[in-house]
């Protein structure tokens, strides 16, 4: 299927070319200041994307693609950091997903004005969790107004409003199976680089991207920590498991399966805890409800014991040893930390203490109980949320993931055998790390991106169910009245 007409090819041939100088300058004005290796791989690869656009005719699914590379690799550098920033992120972000969204909405704008409408340009869509995503974008951005460093709260709203707009994209280009399958089939691929690297990391061929001596043996690929490559890897192993669920080639279930097994022993060797809790919560919520809807057979059920088993067997020794062995306190001193993002949601209910800013403003929350505290930021997303964006920004966000989760549990429930298995691992995934949330951080770009790609796979599914349920209520009904007319 032609995705993009010829009549458009020649506009969007000069918007690559002007996106590949673009990039082109970028490089050669910072290569003479000292690039760093990630800056040069997200500028190349950016570049390199460009050449490509030139190759096919299918320029916005090319770009779509780029954008689930990177949930899935996570590149992306700051501008304007500095070392003033204890604790909170720094600088504005710029991520290879952000600079593929520029020319996708520049495009999108460009067939509004010129009234196509085309398979490849989204319509524009809002339903209910796109009202509380954007409901909860104001919310940050009004704690902008109370933070201590307005800065460095701009700089975390940068990250949220470039989540929205991907959301925004996504959640509107996804109009039928074919654009949902790709996405879908993207983010299971694309995942083969983050693997590469982690496990080179693991057999010590490249160093892992922090040398912390707590993280000694773990590895984190792309994604700094372990803890956070865990949650992760976890989240899209739910939605890997569900595509083998999917009645696709061959070809696709050996590849995708293969990546399952490698994900899961990334999983194992990130040695996070928490990430191991989700992805087993996941997959009982998979196996659980799979069985339910006569998704898995009872001969798959007992193959995916046992190479679970197998799998659970080879790595045991390592998952006993991180179980038992000394954490160095990292639980323990989990608990000052709640303590003290406590004391500021009890003296800031409201608004909270802007967001971005819980690592400047730590000091002035501590109490007699928590002196001696390990300081860090809240190892707990959803009390990292509550204290920085008060009470009002802590209500939407979590009204925003539950209708998440309604409509995800709807859609397994009422929706076909395609919709309700993709959906399924999206329920997983989010499950599994909302509970990771409570002893994780969750503050990352790439753990926050991943649930906002959530949000646009089950906002777009939502509106392809009811657009098909709608479609077919006539079809029944005048088939309804033909019966009536038909006298046995």
Known sequence: ???????????????????????????????????????????????????????????????????????????????????????????????????????????????????????????????????????????????????????????????????????????????????LLFVVYSLTFTIGLQLLIMELQLFGVIEPASESPMWIGRITGTLITPNRAGGFLAQMLMIMLAALLLKIPRMYRIGIGIMTIITAHALVATESRGAWSAALIGLVIIGVLGVWKRWIGLRALILALLILSAVGALVS????????????????????????????????????????????????????????????????????????????????????????????FWLIRKGDRTIGIVALGLFASMIGGGIHMTVEIYSSRNLIQIIWIDAALVSAMMGIQKLEMTQATPNRTLVTKANKGIRV
């Not at 070392?83 to 520029?102: E, K, P, R, T, W």
């Not at 902008?144 to 709260?153: E, H, N, Q, S, W």
């Not at 608990?335 to 209910?349: D, K, T, V």
């Not at 966000?397 to 409509?407: E, G, K, S, T, V």
């Open 1 to 179: 299927m032609q995705w993009v007409s010829r009549q458009s090819q020649i506009s969007q041939l000069l918007l690559a070319s002007a996106v590949g100088l673009l990039l082109g300058s970028i490089i050669v004005a910072i290569s003479g200041l000292g690039i760093t290796t990630r800056l040069f791989v997200v500028l190349v690869g950016g570049l390199a994307g460009v050449i490509v656009m030139f190759l096919t005719r299918d320029l916005k699914r090319l770009l779509v693609l780029v954008i689930c590379s990177d949930v899935t690799t996570s590149l992306d550098f700051h501008v304007t950091c500095n070392d003033d920033y204890f604790l909170s992120s720094c600088g504005f972000n710029i991520s290879v997903a952000l600079l593929a969204l520029i020319p996708l909405y520049v495009m999108w704008i460009i067939d509004i004005r010129r009234g196509k409408d085309r398979p490849t340009s989204p319509k524009t869509r809002f339903d209910i969790i796109g009202a509380l995503a954007l409901i909860f974008l104001a919310a940050v951005l009004i704690s902008i107004g109370v933070a201590k460093r307005p800065d460095l709260a701009v700089f975390q709203f940068w990250i949220y409003a470039g989540m929205f707009l991907t959301f925004f994209y996504l959640s509107n280009y996804i109009r039928d199976r074919e654009a």
């Open 317 to 408: 020794g390592q998952i006993i040893t991180r179980l038992t062995e000394d954490d160095r306190g990292a639980a323990e001193a989990r608990g000052p930390l709640a303590e003290i993002a406590s004391n500021m949601i009890w003296r800031n209910p409201v608004t909270g203490v802007g967001i971005n800013n819980f690592g400047i403003v730590l000091h002035d929350y501590i109490e007699a109980e928590q002196l001696g505290a390990w300081l860090h930021l809240v190892h707990n997303g959803w009390l990292l949320i509550w204290s920085e964006t008060g009470t009002i920004g802590f209500v939407i966000y979590a009204a925003f993931r539950i209708a998440l989760l309604w409509q995800a």
